[in-house]
T-cell receptor
Framework: SQQGEEDPQALSIQEGENATMNCSYK?????LQWYRQNSGRGLVHLIL?????REKHSGRLRVTLDTSKKSSSLLITASRAADTASYFC?????????????FGQGTRLTINP | EPEVTQTPSHQVTQMGQEVILRCVPI?????FYWYRQILGQKVEFLVS????????KSEIFDDQFSVERPDGSNFTLKIRSTKLEDSAMYFC????????????FGPGTRLTVL
């Protein structure tokens, strides 16, 4: 079944460093989205990359997508303490016109001041 | 900026009781979703809803669950007879269209079944 899996499961870095999180999936997708979740809170959408795109930027975020390897990466540059959160990739497919997201387990990112 | 809202933020109920979780999607959105996240686990799809009917539902979404859009703004998830294992964070989401479109999530309702 289609599934996003992130690695590493946990990542701890110093403020100012770059953080890279990876996501792999098993089946073909239409789009891949990255979300952030602060502890016990809601999911905040970060970026959507379409299956025909290879790279996308948004502020300090850079997302790549390699459909041949069925993988994506999220790079956060110049990390800040406020970036501490869990990050999830979500792949989607369409069923009868509806878009269903399948989430990975997430990467817990800790930025140390 | 428009956002999805959910009420209540926290619901505590006794096993076997009915609960209704409420969501107000973004106003011009047409597609609505419910997901849940059991503590420490991944977010799981429950159901999608479009044009006043269910588009798809997961295996989790059994006969105890139902969804409704009772008016032009609210979208509800009802659990008829709650079980202990229904304890989770429930997220509502909406999107303007299908296709390459972002799903915007609400802050969630934490359901605790005792």
């Amino acid at each position: 079944s289609q599934q996003g899996e992130e690695d590493p499961q946990a990542l701890s870095i110093q403020e100012g460093e770059n953080a890279t999180m990876n996501c792999s999936y098993k089946t073909s997708i239409n789009n891949l989205q990255w979300y952030r979740q602060n502890s016990g809170r809601g999911l905040v959408h970060l970026i959507l990359i379409r299956s025909n795109e290879r790279e996308k930027h948004s502020g300090r975020l850079r997302v790549t997508l390699d459909t041949s390897k069925k993988s994506s990466s999220l790079l956060i540059t110049a990390s800040r303490a406020a970036d501490t959160a869990s990050y999830f990739c979500a792949t989607d497919r369409f069923i009868q016109g509806a878009q269903k997201l399948v989430f990975g387990q997430g990467t817990r990112l800790t930025i140390n001041p | 900026e428009p956002e999805v809202t959910q009420t209540p933020s926290h619901q505590v109920t006794q096993m076997g009781q009915e609960v209704i979780l409420r969501c107000v999607p973004i106003s011009n959105h047409l597609y609505f979703y419910w997901y849940r996240q059991i503590l420490g686990q991944k977010v799981e799809f429950l159901v999608s809803f479009y044009n006043n009917e269910i588009s798809e539902k997961s295996e989790i979404f059994d006969d105890q669950f139902s969804v409704e859009r009772p008016d032009g703004s609210n979208f509800t998830l009802k659990i008829r007879s709650t079980k202990l294992e229904d304890s989770a964070m429930y997220f509502c989401a909406s999107s303007a269209s299908t296709g390459a479109d972002t799903q915007y999530f609400g802050p969630g309702t934490r359901l605790t079944v005792l």
